[in-house]
């Protein structure tokens, strides 16, 4: 059986004694100090971070149309630092500091009017922080499902600077997630996913991306599917200093008149999310923070390139992925 190289078995990396200097500088000293302090600690991880490295320039390399020079993986490195210094602005409920432009807002607010619980999707690109500090004005609420059982120190302080994070979050490693998300969506909330992860290495589908076939998790798809909710796709892109575009695109619904149309209904929501997150990664190349070996997934055991694992009545036991 193959080596489980894989995102979820790994520690969520950055140590506490440096994280939280960081966080108090930046919120009780000056954001662009912070953000100058954040070159040596780029550099330091640009340094001691070789997979990462091999990962960000294999990634580049697609997104840019071209080789990874050292400067983009640099800037790379530097733009996840720089997000995440914004993360704790973000849950420090000092989002009324920044710019958010809102596109295609129209979509959601469509499905919230109507009370319809909806699955936004979204992926590792820019902030998911961008869009819960937008959504605290909203009139319904908004759940993020996330896995947690690799959160480390910047987890921790993230949620001490927003006590509320801990209980919003559907921690999806736990038993209960998937009831806890049928209730959520049953009530007319907003239940949100970073689909371009998985935790199930058996609930995987091989989809084209950047022209070649790389794994993405089926989970948050079967489950708007089997509970019939709409899927609204969104990203929080970094934009400059203190300014995000907030963008909402909706997927078509999952249509199925026959049992055997199942798989490939699924597929044909699958790559419109992929193809759409394609575009946005060439369109903002520096903004994708997945430091893995996002192409060469398929060494995590699982099922045969192209098919899905499980039906949609799995779903129903299990949240299988985010």
Known sequence: MARLSHWASERERGSALLLRPMAWVSLSLSQVLAEGLLLPITAWFLVTSPGARAASRDYLRRALGRPARISDIARHFFEFARVILDRAHFMAGRGRHYRTELEGLEHLNHHIEAGRGCVLLGAHLGSFDAMRAVARSAPVQVRPAMYRANAGALTAIMERLDPRLAAEVIDIGKPGAMLQVRESLERGDLVAFLADRATDPRRLIAMPFFGEPAL???????????????????????????????????????????????????????????????????????????????????????????????????????????
């Open 216 to 322: 993405f998790p089926t989970g948050p798809f079967q489950i708007a599917a089997m509970l019939r909710a709409p899927i609204v796709m969104f990203h929080g892109i970094r934009t400059g200093r203190r300014r995000y575009l907030l963008r909402f695109e909706p997927l078509p619904e999952f249509i199925e008149e026959h049992p055997a149309d199942r798989t490939e209904a699924l597929r044909q929501i699958m790559s419109g999310y992929v193809s759409r997150l394609e575009d946005a990664c060439r369109a903002y190349p520096f903004q994708w923070f997945n430091f893995y070996s996002f192409w060469r997934q398929n060494a995590v055991p699982g099922p045969p390139a192209g098919t899905v694992a499980r039906g949609l009545p799995q779903a129903s036991a299990t949240l299988a992925a985010d």
